[in-house]
């Protein structure tokens, strides 16, 4: 028995001196034999070592996809290249936005000046309508002043027997051609009585003539006013336009009105 035992603690000191192993939290030591604990450290080690091969081996999968996904997203290109590009597009974009403003500024300008343009040009049509009325008007009234009256017949103021002597040689069947031979040789034929064939009513056609010269000097001063009238209106019309545009205009390009 005490050979026995001193065999037994032998081996077992021995065990415990053989078997120091420094333990760590990736092993977990079962105190069974001596064979199996070997085995399952060797196992242990084996599926650490195969486990960190496969980690290893995913890593470098995952970044070598990554870093082709960045490269075909990028299209080989840094950051630095991608900033530069991506302020450039926006530079460009900010001035197409400046131009088309500015050319939108310059349409509503142009639609304005046009508006403009189109009102005068109508007013410029009723002036030139008007105008062309007015003179008509002075044609009409130069000819009425030049033409003067009309000269009335002398036949009923004649006293003369002219005509009694000049037709007293027809007879009926030549009575259409006396007739009108009476009224082309009448005035004619009795020069020898032009002393004796005045008017009876000199001074009631003097009356007349001169009523009838101031009825047309009348007519003639009132057209004349109403010609005057319309002009003044007209410059009237064309000065509150101008008011009207130089006042648009400084409202829209910050002029000064000028009055």
Request: glycine share 4%; net charge positive.
């Amino acid at each position: 028995m005490s050979s026995h035992d001193g065999m037994a603690s032998h081996d077992h000191s021995t065990w415990f001196s053989s078997q120091t192993v420094k333990l760590t939290p990736l092993c977990s030591i079962s105190h069974t034999t001596e064979k199996s604990i070997v085995v399952r450290l060797q196992t242990h080690e084996e599926q650490t070592a195969s486990s960190g091969d496969t980690r290893t081996s995913d890593n470098r999968a995952t970044h070598a996809l990554r870093l082709t996904q960045d490269e075909e997203y990028t299209g080989g290109r840094s950051d630095s290249d991608v900033n530069k590009t991506l302020a450039a597009l926006y530079e460009d974009s900010e001035r197409k936005k400046q131009w088309l403003d500015s050319e939108e500024k310059t349409f509503r300008c142009g639609q304005q000046r046009l508006g403009s343009l189109q009102r005068e040009y109508a007013a410029l049509l009723r002036t030139l309508e008007q105008r062309k009325r007015r003179r008509k008007e002075r044609l009409y009234v130069t000819k009425m002043l030049r033409g003067g009256p009309r000269n009335e017949s002398r036949d009923r103021d004649c006293d003369c027997d002219c005509e009694s002597t000049y037709s007293s040689g027809c007879s009926d069947s030549d009575d259409s051609s006396c007739k009108d031979k009476r009224l082309v040789r009448r005035c004619s034929s009795c020069s020898s009585c032009s002393q004796s064939c005045r008017p009876r009513r000199d001074g009631a056609n003097r009356e007349r003539e001169r009523l009838r010269q101031f009825r047309r000097e009348v007519s003639l001063r009132f057209q004349l006013l109403e010609s005057e009238c319309r002009e003044s209106k007209l410059q009237m019309e064309k000065v509150v336009a101008d008011l009207r545009r130089e006042y648009a205009d400084s409202c829209l390009f910050g002029t000064s009105l000028k009055f």
